[in-house]
């Protein structure tokens, strides 16, 4: 048996002033089911990926809520990996369909978080941090600052090298109608404006932003004739201590690196295979270690760049950044470069992608592979 | 395959002022890897079921961390599904047994209450609701009250019938070392107490708690010789719609009876098989209603009671609620009497035991049928 991606959808990502998490969430299942051809009382299973509706939206308890409001004929559940909330959705999934539990699972991850002032945004992300670093007073920012600042140090990366991963990434944004900042900026405005953390300036961070996305995910024995076909060949999980200061080193995710590796094994193919990726760039830096950390360049060389696609959605930096969509996002994403349904973004060569998703600064870490095949 | 609990462990539950939901997650993790007799070394997955954790404690990504905190080989990851939270990551360890992705996986369950005043943790518990019932002004007694009034009004139940449940779970509770409240009550004392939300008194209302519960699950093909075994024959959850405006009757939780009714099936008992249970009493009507949708009694007759031992823990009733905490702690329990360790309290008969975790008012349930055998 396969497990493919029989629908996806992403609603726009942005400050949605007018739409509550409820609403997003609806628009993404109602998105998935509907680009899959299947109807609610086909889905056996909601795994809902969520991080702060308890706290910024005032509601938990999102997987029974949503197969009831989509009215599905199964049973749901939520699942909170911090920014990984996303991916780790999509892993329960599948493991729901090898078990036999479901047959089509969908899958939704979604964030309403501007409905706070960024004060309490801020202090509920610190949630998916440890308590050493919360008494410190760091903030996310803070933490990926250090990261940067330690990998610049060690390998001579300089500011204007964070910039061009921002630089690639609003100019892909640029085309997705779908992203939070649709429009291109220059190394310039990225190296001029103002510092959040330092070495990290405003465009080196990915914003506060509304947003769901939805994936149909199937088993399915044979191919449905005329149609391309996407297939989840691996789904990796791998977890490491919250905290920065419990790592061996900054200049790594291990998470990550632990991952990929099962996830290529499982797959049965290597970075060499892969043509396009979305990768978690929460911050500029992140996008670096993950080239590195996922196999695609030596330790210390990322911040060159490579030269497959990277982000085509515009990534976290500029499609935006709601953190239970993060991981979900990502494969609608791959699924449409798969399909050869990306328009104007499209990228040329697009059998094998693989998602990247990170929770926290690398407490945990979700890497999936997807084959495209007619 | 079989799926077996290997070891339990239960914390203390009460107002525990100087403990932390970490330090409480660490106690159950040791206490059942002890008991089970496994390294965290032999630990491939670490599935923690929690509500609060963000709202109370600021602390998200408990999967993560709770692998790292407690060393063991593999990975984590946090469910949440309102009060049955616990209930829903036994759940998500079968089936991780089942995929084969993991062998052997430790089990949390556990909520941390009291660091917040009373407003705050009201409100919190809401979000297990629909937004139509906080926008009403209603609280979870209130909620539960509607359904006690129906009962009531319906099959001529009288408070004192209610009182009965609270009295035979307060004696259970004080042969409980690790219940909230360790005493007996009289039917005087709970019909004289204060009104909370008519016509539920205060000792109508499980309590705020801290606390947690922790098992080791384990997929093995032989049995140990010499050891008593419990296996997990049959875990089902359902899910319905969390508000109860949009449910046909306010008279049984349909949820419930779904998940109840599919266990049966897969593990081909029937009730009058089943010997010990821990049902979810959050409020005395609950308990009710439970022993009917259970299929222990007709619609109408649970306030008479029913001739099997129920709650043996003293519920959350009496052994307390700490909310993500009850599901593995209802496992806990009936593994105690399926072993035979339950001490002055041990049943009879124990050779099938039922748990019975609800989250909200009937949003999802979980049922799960263990089995001892020498």
Redesign the interface.
């Known amino acids: 048996m396969k497990v493919i991606i029989a629908g996806s959808y992403q609603t726009r990502f942005g400050e949605l002033w007018e739409r509550s998490l409820?609403s997003l969430l609806m628009e993404a299942g109602q998105g998935a089911m509907k680009d899959a051809g299947v109807q609610a009382s086909e889905i056996d299973l909601v795994v809902v990926g969520n991080?702060?509706?308890?706290?910024i939206s005032?509601?938990?308890?999102l997987?029974?809520?949503m197969?009831?409001k989509l009215r599905v004929k199964g049973?749901?559940?939520?699942?909170?990996?911090?920014c990984a909330s996303g991916g780790?959705a999509v892993h329960?999934a599948v493991?729901?369909i090898?078990?036999g539990?479901a047959e089509t699972v969908l899958v939704l991850g979604g964030e309403k978080m501007t409905d706070k002032n960024n004060g309490v945004v801020g202090?509920?992300l610190?949630?998916?941090?440890?308590?050493e670093e919360?008494r410190t007073g760091l903030s996310f920012v803070g933490l990926y600052a250090l990261m940067a600042r330690a990998y610049m140090e060690k390998f001579g990366a300089r500011r204007r090298d964070l910039a061009k991963v921002a630089v690639k990434n609003h100019k892909q944004a640029s085309l997705n109608p779908k992203a939070q900042f649709p429009r291109e900026i220059t190394e310039e405005m990225a190296l001029k404006a103002i510092m959040v953390a330092e070495p990290l300036g405003l465009f080196d961070c990915s914003p506060i932003s509304d947003g769901a996305a939805g994936l149909v995910v199937r088993g399915v024995k044979t191919k449905k004739a005329g149609k391309r076909e996407v297939e989840i060949l691996a789904s990796e999980?791998?977890?490491?201590?919250?905290g920065l200061n419990?790592r061996e080193s900054l200049l790594e995710i291990k998470?990550t690196k632990e991952a990929a590796g099962r996830a290529y094994v499982s797959a049965g193919v290597g970075p060499e295979e892969i043509d396009i990726m979305e990768v978690h760039d929460c911050f500029t830096i992140a996008e670096i270690l993950a080239l590195e950390d996922l196999g695609f360049c030596k330790k210390g060389e990322g911040f060159k760049g490579i030269d497959k696609p990277v982000n085509l959605s515009g990534g976290l930096k500029a499609c935006g950044h709601p953190v239970g969509a993060t991981g979900v996002k990502q494969m609608v994403e791959l699924t449409h470069h798969l399909r050869r349904e990306a328009g104007e973004r499209q990228a040329d060569k697009a059998d094998m992608g693989l998602a990247h998703n990170v929770?926290?600064t690398g407490?945990?870490a979700v890497v999936h592979i997807l084959k495209g095949s007619i």
């Not at 991080?51 to 706290?55: A, E, M």
């Not at 610190?126 to 308590?131: I, T, V």
């Open positions: 409820l991080k702060l509706g308890g706290r005032e509601q938990d308890h997987g029974a809520l197969a009831d049973r749901g559940i939520r699942v909170e990996a911090a780790i329960q493991q729901a090898k078990t539990e202090a509920a610190m949630g998916a941090a440890s308590e919360r999980i791998a977890t490491d201590s919250l419990e998470a929770g926290g407490g945990t």
